[in-house]
């Protein structure tokens, strides 16, 4: 199956910063995603994108689906920022997700 | 749009007995719904795909007489560990995406079960 690894594993930040996470995957996908996971367990998608740049706030994000990456901005991080990030694929004509093993984000004040 | 409700957020069960979880699509109706299970610290495992109207489909390694899906109607599905024991305690998440999948998929809030 589809690998899928993220990196770094883990990202310590002090508030204000910026940061790039990164998420590589081994085949073509027709869908990625981007989750934050907060401190309460849920999964809040933050962005569907096979392909292509989007922005939405303070978090933007691309896709170089030539290139098997994508990677997800945080700028001018904030301390609700933290928690556990993870990009998501979907291969082929099924519709099964395939998760990364996520970022996990602490965001200091 | 694309809510998805999950219930109980959090139960504590004791050895052998059953629970069950549900998950509901709330502004579409979602034929097929997924089950995943988290261990703390790692990422979501996909556990099962439930079909509506159908028998649910099992990853490799997923005990379906353990876990029993039943998607009975277009907006709900529910997971039901049976004869649950501490190794079962751990996070279930479902998800669902709306018709035409476009905007990808919306996950339930979780369910932490603990088996004691």
């Known amino acids: 199956g589809i690998q899928v690894e993220q990196s770094p594993p883990d990202l310590i930040l002090q508030e204000g910063a910026n940061s790039t996470l990164r998420c590589n995957f081994s085949?073509?996908?027709?869908?990625l995603q981007w989750f934050h996971q907060n401190p309460w367990g849920q999964l809040i998608n933050l962005f569907y994108i096979p392909s292509g740049t989007k922005q939405n706030g303070r978090l933007s994000a691309t896709t170089v689906a030539t290139e098997r990456y994508s990677l997800l901005y945080i700028s001018s991080s904030q301390t609700t920022d933290s928690g556990v990030y993870f990009c998501?694929?979907?291969?082929?004509?099924?519709?099964?997700?395939?998760f990364g093993g996520g970022t996990r984000v602490l965001v200091k004040p | 749009g694309a809510v998805v409700s999950q219930h109980p957020s959090r139960v504590i069960c004791k050895s052998g007995t059953s629970v069950k979880i549900e998950c509901r699509s709330l502004?579409?109706?979602?034929?097929?719904m997924f089950w995943y299970r988290q261990f703390p610290k790692q990422s979501l495992m996909l556990m099962a795909t439930?079909?509506?109207?159908?028998?649910?489909?099992?990853e490799q390694g997923v005990e379906k007489d353990k876990f029993l899906i039943n998607h009975a109607s277009l907006t709900l599905s529910t997971l039901t560990v049976t004869s649950a024991h501490p190794e079962d305690s751990s996070f279930y998440i479902c998800?669902?995406?709306?018709?035409?999948?476009?905007?990808?998929?919306?996950f339930g809030s979780g369910t932490r079960l603990t088996v004691v």
């Open positions: 502004d579409f109706q979602a034929t097929t």
């Open positions: 998501a694929v979907l291969r082929g004509a099924g519709n099964k997700l395939t």
């Open positions: 998800s669902a995406t709306a018709p035409g999948g476009a905007r990808g998929y919306t």
């Open positions: 439930s079909n509506e109207g159908s028998k649910a489909t099992y």
């Open positions: 085949d073509s996908v027709n869908n």
